[in-house]
């Protein structure tokens, strides 16, 4: 098969003709590798780092450094996909200059195509601001994570008419402000419809419905690999974790009871030199 790396602006063909696009997160080398292989369009290393990669509560305390060290093994397993790194809390929202600052590291260092990061009409600026210094942004509403004790917890957002209006507003601000991509999280499915159908922006739903542009899921969520059960929003494919589990568990026994290893996972050795070193 004839592939070329894909872009923003294949993505944008993909909305116009009606094909959906592709994004899942990932967080190391072999799974990007199992993506590029699989065809998917964008693989994001979204700061869910945090909660499903290294153990926090949320996605709150992820640092630029995590973010980056994630993102280049990332990198080094892709050749098609469009590649997307997620701004942490506190890289973006401090300043414009910081934002920037922080956007630029995450392709300089990183070898982004893209940054994503959270928030909508109060974080047009800085949007524009990142979008005016040659980086692409995808924009985040919706279910925003990393302002969960504000939003007062991992809710459904724009159920009622405020709620949804002031994602209308927020969608068609990040536009102006030239955001290129926008994942919805968890809104109502007609409303997503709503938006994508009269934004220029591909939209990319998690909890939002068919009609948005493209989907992404938590990779850790579509194979199974966690002790927790999925979120509502997600399908899972395959459920590894109980089958990683009896892997580990298997090797524990067979070490103990020495069935493991056997003669073939050892390496043989000249028996002139056994002799002679009496072995
Ligand atoms: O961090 C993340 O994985 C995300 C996706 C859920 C879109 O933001």
């Known amino acids: 098969m004839d592939r070329k790396k894909i872009t ?5 063909a993909k909305k116009k003709n009606g094909q959906k696009v592709t994004m899942l997160t990932a967080y190391d080398y072999p799974t990007a590798r199992a993506m590029d292989r699989a065809g998917v369009d964008s693989v994001l290393v979204g700061d869910s780092l945090g909660n499903v990669v290294l ?22 397993g892709l050749t098609y996909p469009l590649l997307i790194g ?16 922080n956007a630029g590291r995450f392709l300089k260092e990183g070898g982004c195509d893209c940054v994503k990061l959270e928030g909508g009409t109060e974080m047009a600026p800085t949007v524009k601001a990142i979008v005016d210094a040659g980086i692409p ?23 009622d008419l405020a709620g949804a209006q002031k994602l209308i507003d927020d969608a068609g601000a990040l536009a102006e402000a030239g955001a290129s991509l926008i994942v919805f999280e968890c809104i109502p ?23 948005c542009d493209g989907q ?5 969520d579509l194979i199974g690999l966690a002790e927790r059960t999925p979120p509502k929003m997600a399908k899972q ?6 089958q990683l589990e009896q892997a580990i568990s298997s090797y524990v026994e067979e070490v103990g ?11 043989a050795m000249d028996q002139a030199v056994v002799d002679q070193l009496k072995l």
């Open 189 to 211: 499915s007609p409303l997503a419809a709503a938006i994508t159908a009269n934004t220029p922006m591909v939209t990319i739903g998690i909890g939002a419905g068919p009609d």
């Open 8 to 12: 923003i602006p294949d993505l944008i």
């Open 237 to 242: 494919y395959v459920n590894l974790f109980p």
């Open 55 to 76: 153990g926090y509560e949320s996605t709150v305390p992820v640092t630029m450094d995590e973010m980056l060290h994630h993102v280049k093994a990332v990198r080094r």
């Open 86 to 101: 997620d701004m942490p809390f506190m890289s973006y929202q401090v300043s414009l200059e910081q934002a920037v600052m």
């Open 137 to 159: 942004v995808c924009a985040h509403i919706g279910l925003t994570p990393q302002s969960v004790a504000q939003l007062g917890g991992y809710k459904v957002q724009g159920k």
């Open 257 to 267: 009871s020495e069935a493991f290893p056997a003669e073939e996972h050892g390496f």
């Open 216 to 220: 992404v899921l938590v990779v850790h």
